[in-house]
């Protein structure tokens, strides 16, 4: 059983920037992804870091940056130029996805439950 914690969330301007961080348990064998969901919408595939491979949302290529720090068994998400767009519960996720499903969510054993990124002026 692998365990996420994740932190960093707030609110924030439109063009400011934030840092996620997700804790995980300890195991470094799983791929660690982010994902999104605003009300009333699905779970949207932010960002993953797979065999030191970086992979994105259109709608935030760019502007995120992935990140992993094996050593401390941590994932980072690095949000710069915050649009209002932008706002919604983040989410950490782990699996063992193969590279063609990376961006759905029921390709992920485990998650995290969830950090607040509100951006409004």
């Known amino acids: 059983q692998e365990e996420l914690v994740e932190s960093g969330g707030g609110l924030v301007q439109p063009g400011g920037s934030l840092r996620l961080s997700c804790a995980t348990s300890g195991s470094s064998n799983y791929v660690l992804a982010w994902f999104r969901q605003a009300p009333g919408k699905e779970r949207e595939f932010v960002a993953v870091?797979?065999?030191?491979?970086?992979y994105y949302g259109d709608s935030v290529k760019g502007r995120f940056t992935i990140s992993r720090d094996s050593a401390k068994n941590t994932v980072h998400l690095q949000m710069n130029s915050l649009k209002l767009e932008d706002t919604a519960v983040y989410y950490c996720?782990?699996?063992?996805?193969?590279?063609?499903?990376?961006?759905?969510?029921?390709?992920?054993?485990?998650w995290g439950q969830g950090t607040q990124v509100t951006v409004s002026s």
């Open positions: 870091i797979k065999s030191g491979s970086t």
């Open positions: 996720a782990a699996g063992r996805p193969i590279t063609s499903t990376i961006r759905r969510p029921n390709a992920y054993y485990y």
